[in-house]
């Protein structure tokens, strides 16, 4: 919900340009310009702007051919932009949850969780095949501001493919939250579901390969 307000008080171009980088381990100011079909110059303040608020650094990134280009990344300043669950609160009540009621109380109620927010999706998804299904969920992700999308790929997978996991700060310590959301993805979906990650510059790209 708070993705979505942002994204209609926010300026639009900031936005689209915070919301391309979050999908990228960064991009030059050509590369922004040419994804959002936006003036080199328009782009390039705008990116100048955003580092100074902090949101945004630089660095020459190696190029095969020719001095390597400055391209943009978003600041761990960004993060708050993207939801997240209350991390320092949850993590607190799970550790207290297991210190009152054994140490395997939180993976129950990490169970329940997931349980009850898969019902909740499973009434919400809509789509008489698979792929209508997974793309109809991969939207109400991208809502709440997971930065998902589905497609299938060039040999013919399918999966659905998210920049920012709510559950990130939480994993640290509780790794297996993790199999528990693939889990609630391939129950909702009545397929089977593998979930891969990829980190660079800090930045988190998450696929769930679908079967």
């Known amino acids: 919900m708070f993705f979505k307000v942002l ?113 909740k999706y499973q009434k919400r998804v809509k789509g008489e095949t698979l792929y209508d299904k997974a793309v109809s969920f991969s939207k109400i992700r991208d809502l709440e501001g997971c930065l998902s999308s589905c497609e299938i790929d060039s040999e013919g997978l399918m999966k659905i493919t998210e920049y920012h996991s709510p559950y990130r700060s939480i994993s640290s310590e509780y790794p297996m939250i993790y199999r528990m959301e693939e889990q609630m993805i391939a129950k909702v979906l009545g397929a089977n579901v593998s979930r891969n990650e990829e980190e660079a510059s800090g930045l988190l790209k998450c696929e769930f390969n679908i079967n």
């Open 7 to 119: 994204r209609d008080i926010a300026k639009p171009q900031w936005f689209n340009i915070i919301s391309t980088l979050k999908k990228s381990t960064g991009l030059s100011v050509a590369e922004l310009s040419e994804s959002l079909g936006m003036s080199y110059m328009g782009i390039k303040q705008h990116c100048v702007e955003l580092h100074k608020r902090g949101y945004l650094d630089t660095w020459r990134r190696p190029k095969a051919i020719g001095r390597p280009e400055k391209a943009y990344r978003l600041t761990n300043k960004a993060e708050p932009l993207f939801v997240e669950l209350g991390a320092e609160f949850v993590l607190g009540l799970l550790k207290n949850v297991d210190k009152t009621y054994g140490a395997s109380a939180a993976e129950k109620l990490l169970f329940g969780y997931f349980h009850e927010i898969g019902a």
